[in-house]
């Protein structure tokens, strides 16, 4: 199965990515972390990277699209894998479909956790983070107002797109996105 998971900062995904991760057995393939791993190891990638992602800024397309495609040929990829945080602006997710014409492996699903905005302002600000200052979850707020949330008409236009409500208990939710995830396993 493949699967992108797209919502907003502090919308839940990672404790969802969690336990699709767990049910389902697929890779999880998240390029916060991946990018945070690459900062702080001082790679290339990281050094380039960290500027963006201390101001709450996405980094650049092309960064993020070769971390991707290396990715996406591990072995452990091979059954499938959740996608999460990538791709967050169209030429990402147009990178991303090249990839995955080439290879033959079309993309199963998109799912979107939705959430208020006043909402996630509350929940960033609790949660702690380096990046999780004011100003800076201000700024990530509107990279994904104007930079990611288009992908929601883009993948809604290739009827890929199925939302769940992120507000709710931890596991009404995952009820939900079992309800979606099970007809495609
Ligand atoms: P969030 O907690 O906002 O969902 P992530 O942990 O997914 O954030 O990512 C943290 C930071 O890493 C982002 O604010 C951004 O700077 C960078 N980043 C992650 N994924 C991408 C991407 N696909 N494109 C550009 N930048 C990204």
Same mark, same amino acid.
């Given at each position: 199965m493949r699967i992108v998971f797209i919502g907003p900062p502090g919308a839940g995904k990672g404790t969802q990515a969690e336990r699709i991760i767990a049910k389902y057995a697929t890779a999880h393939l998240s390029t916060g972390d991946m990018l945070r791993a690459a900062r702080d190891a001082k790679t290339e990638v990281g050094v380039k990277a960290e500027k963006y992602m201390s101001s709450g800024q996405l980094v650049p397309d092309e960064v993020v699209i070769d971390v991707i495609s290396e990715r996406l040929q591990? *072995?452990?990829?091979q059954k499938g894998y959740l996608l999460d #945080?990538? *791709? =967050?602006t169209i030429a990402q997710a147009e990178a991303l479909d090249a990839m995955l014409a080439q290879k033959q492996t079309p993309l199963d699903v998109v799912l979107e956790l939705k959430v208020p905005e006043e909402e996630l302002f509350k929940r960033l600000a609790g =949660? #702690?983070?380096?990046?999780?200052k004011p100003e800076v979850i201000r700024e990530r707020l509107v990279a994904y107002t104007k930079q990611t949330s288009p992908l929601l008409d883009y993948y809604g236009k290739k009827r890929l797109l199925k939302s769940v409500d992120g507000l709710g208990s931890i596991d009404g939710i995952f009820a939900e996105i079992e309800t979606i995830l099970d007809k495609y396993v």
């Open positions: 591990q *072995p452990d990829c #945080g990538f *791709p =967050r =949660r #702690g983070r380096a990046d999780d």
